[in-house]
Structure formats: structure tokens, C-alpha cells
């Protein structure tokens, strides 16, 4: 059975730091695609950061280029999305998501509004104060 399981959310002021985790099991992170979405209220959810199945891939949003970045561990079958300089406007919940097997889409379209991906964590809850 596949699980994701978050966690590392909290509140943090402005300009700080945070590590989001995601905890894999029944699947390897290195795989398959991987993901982090988030949706604040009020607003549709939105790709953050994605990884693709093939090459690797990565696809980082915008609104978040040079604050935030992707990784895996496949030796303790982690993901993680490193978030620093953090701004009020990034407070949502946090999804780590994960596909179900390998195909060929890109890490943008993995991102996207149509994505793919089959299996989604709890969510984390981030909150940045300013």
C-alpha cells in the first residue's frame, strides 16, 4: 500500500525557514514522479515544485524560483521541500504528491492543474507571519 506522510509545517516569521518532509513507503521516491503542491484559502491549488519520471527533471513555480527547492533521499525514501526567505503569501497547506508508475509527462505538466499524480500526502499546514 502507498503512504505519504508530512510533516515539518508550522508557523515561522517572515524571511525564515522552513523543511517541509514527506515519508514514503510501498514505492520508491526515485521511481516515479514526484511533487509538492499547495492551496491556500480561497485559491486553487497550485504546483510548487515537481519532478518527472525520466530525465528528472525539475519544475520550479515562479512565485517561489530561488526560495525553494525539491529533493529526494532514496536511502531513507524521503521527499523534501526546502522553503527559505518565506513570505506571508506562501502560507497554505503543503502536499507532497507521488505517480503511480512511469510515464512520460513533463515536470510542468506534472505541476499543473491537470496533474497526474495518483497519490497525495495529509497535507502540512505553513504559516508565515509578518
Known amino acids: 500500500e502507498v503512504q505519504l506522510v508530512e510533516s515539518g509545517g508550522g508557523l515561522v516569521q517572515a524571511g525564515g525557514s522552513l523543511r517541509l518532509s514527506c515519508a514514503a513507503s510501498?514505492?520508491?521516491?526515485?521511481?516515479?514522479?514526484i511533487g509538492w503542491f499547495r492551496q491556500a484559502p480561497g485559491k486553487e491549488r497550485e504546483g510548487v515544485s515537481c519532478i518527472g519520471s525520466y530525465d528528472r527533471g525539475t519544475y520550479i513555480a515562479e512565485s517561489v524560483a530561488g526560495r525553494f527547492t525539491i529533493s529526494s533521499d532514496s536511502a531513507k525514501n524521503m521527499m523534501y521541500l526546502q522553503m527559505n526567505s518565506l513570505k506571508p503569501e506562501d502560507t497554505a497547506v503543503y502536499y507532497c504528491a507521488a505517480d503511480s508508475r512511469l510515464r512520460p509527462y513533463s515536470p510542468i505538466y506534472y505541476c499543473s492543474s491537470r496533474t497526474p499524480f495518483t497519490y497525495w500526502g495529509q497535507g502540512a499546514q505553513v504559516t508565515v507571519s509578518s
Open positions: 510501498g514505492f520508491s521516491v526515485d521511481d516515479y514522479a
